[in-house]
């Protein structure tokens, strides 16, 4: 039988199709047309929900960034995402549902998943009372912030929506307009505190430069107070007047050998007057002979007879004398002292290069801390009067004419479409249940004899009762029981 029913079935075109529409019309027309009504119930049943959207545009600074430099360059992207976290938090959301008093207390939440809202909507689930953190999680999921695409498909990012959905029009239009403005506001407050941290870290820093600068200032003051005569700087002139002594010093020896020559000749003159007259033991005449010795000694030895603590000369020499070898010895420890400092020009040099290479590091780094404060300034002034980037309102929260959701007329199409298919499956199930021969064709392959004629289809015999047809064969049985 059911091989006979395969049979049946098998080589259909759409002219058989549409002949088992229209012998079928009833089951297919009873479950579209109830689809089409559950669909409309449930469509007109469902709340109402509308959608405000206000747009956003990101204004650029007022003043050109080549005079001021704005402290915050963070992509309009990654900005709105801080904002929106500092926007989206539990505190800020409960003020917006404490202030508006939306989804209050005793209002059922909106249940998740198609199933759950059939059966809110039907009044088959009883409502659960709504908390403070389900109103939250609900005006959350209720808001949507996307940014503009402007210009051949790309987000530029210089604009952005801000959507809210709710059961009523004005109250939607309020909040979107609340949640527009505590953006605006907190796009100032972040850009303020971020120039204000931008200052005030600047300033911390700059005051550690300048202390440390202060502190190289007094090393290289130090330094050059207790190198004072032997700096690099001063190593020609050192090198110029160590010339000059060495100069003025073979003058003074000279003028010094002479003098002891002179000074000779006249005490061998005096001697040899006294000795002329006198005695060799005769006290002038020995005086003068020490005074001679004593000045041949010093003239061997070329040690200056020193001045006592009162300031007389310890020998008896000339007072020319006396002078001239203190100029010496003046001379020769001068001379010594820049010699010395010759000496430890190169090490100081050195070390001097050190103390400056520091000094200079730590100048450079003042000077490009204080440039760096003084733009932080600007674009701080620049941020507390407003004149840097901003958001700015173009386009005001709508007040919504119509719902978005739900859709009445798709849900009501798709019962319709959802009857159609259910109406085809039920018309195909019972024609694959109830098979019958209809056309020649179909006895083709079956019997071994062929097909003589064809009775062709007629209302009924004569007292039959109207509508009743008739065929050649009906059913299987049929052809069994003739």
Do not use: C
Not at 35 to 50: K, N, Q, S
Not at 403 to 417: E, H
Not at 465 to 472: C, F
């Amino acid at each position: 039988m059911e091989g006979f029913a395969i049979m049946t079935q098998a080589g259909k075109n759409i002219f058989d199709y549409l002949e088992i529409v229209k012998r079928r019309k009833w089951l297919i027309a009873v479950p579209l047309l109830a689809g089409a009504g559950a669909g409309a119930v449930i469509g007109y049943a469902m709340p109402a929900y509308y959608r405000s959207t206000t747009l956003i545009m990101v204004d650029e600074q007022q003043v050109p960034q080549s005079y001021v430099t704005p402290t915050d360059t963070t992509p309009i992207e990654k900005r709105l995402s801080a904002i929106n976290q500092q926007i989206m938090s539990r505190t800020q959301l409960e003020k917006i549902v404490d202030d508006f008093k939306l989804y209050e207390t005793g209002q059922a939440a909106q249940p998740a998943g198609l199933k759950a809202r059939l059966k809110a909507t039907l009044g088959m689930t009883a409502s659960k009372p709504l908390t403070k953190e389900d109103a939250v999680e609900m005006l959350r999921s209720d808001i949507g912030i996307n940014v503009v695409d402007v210009g051949g498909g790309k987000k530029l990012g210089n604009a952005f929506k801000i959507s809210y959905s709710g059961s009523d029009p004005y109250l939607t239009m309020q909040v979107t307009n609340t949640i527009a403005s505590l953006f605006i506001d907190e796009n100032l407050k972040q850009r303020e505190r971020y120039a204000e941290g931008t200052s005030d870290f600047l300033a911390n820093e700059l005051d550690k430069a300048k202390h440390e600068l202060e502190q190289q200032e007094q090393t290289l003051r130090r330094f050059k107070e207790s190198r004072m005569g032997s700096l690099p700087e001063q190593l020609d002139a050192n090198l110029r007047t160590l010339d000059r002594l060495q100069t003025e010093l073979q003058s003074v020896t000279g003028s010094l050998k002479t003098t002891y020559v002179s000074e000779l000749d006249r005490l061998k003159s005096e001697l040899a007057a006294l000795t002329a007259t006198y005695k060799e033991n005769y006290p002038d005449v020995v005086t003068l002979k020490n005074r001679i010795k004593e000045l041949e000694e010093q003239m061997t030895s070329n040690v200056a007879a020193q001045p006592d603590a009162t300031g007389k000369p310890v020998t008896d020499a000339p007072a020319d004398i006396m002078s001239l070898k203190t100029r010496e010895a003046k001379l020769r420890q001068q001379i010594k002292a820049y010699e010395a400092r010759v000496e430890t020009a190169p090490a100081n040099e050195q070390r001097l290069a050190d103390i400056k290479r520091d000094y200079s590091i730590s100048l450079q780094n003042y000077q490009s801390l204080l440039e760096k404060k003084l733009g932080a300034r600007l674009a701080e002034n620049l941020e507390k009067r407003q004149k840097g980037e901003k958001f700015r309102v173009i386009d005001p929260a709508n007040l919504p004419q119509r719902p978005y959701k739900p859709d009445r007329v798709s849900i009501t199409f798709t019962g319709l479409a959802a009857g159609g298919v259910v109406g085809a499956g039920l018309a195909l199930l019972f024609e694959f249940l109830n098979p019958a021969f209809r056309k020649p064709e179909e006895l083709a392959g079956l019997f071994d004899k062929e097909v003589l004629a064809v009775i062709p289809h007629f209302t009924g015999w004569a007292g039959e009762p109207a509508g009743k047809k008739s065929g050649l064969f009906r059913t299987v049985k049929d052809r069994q029981a003739s």
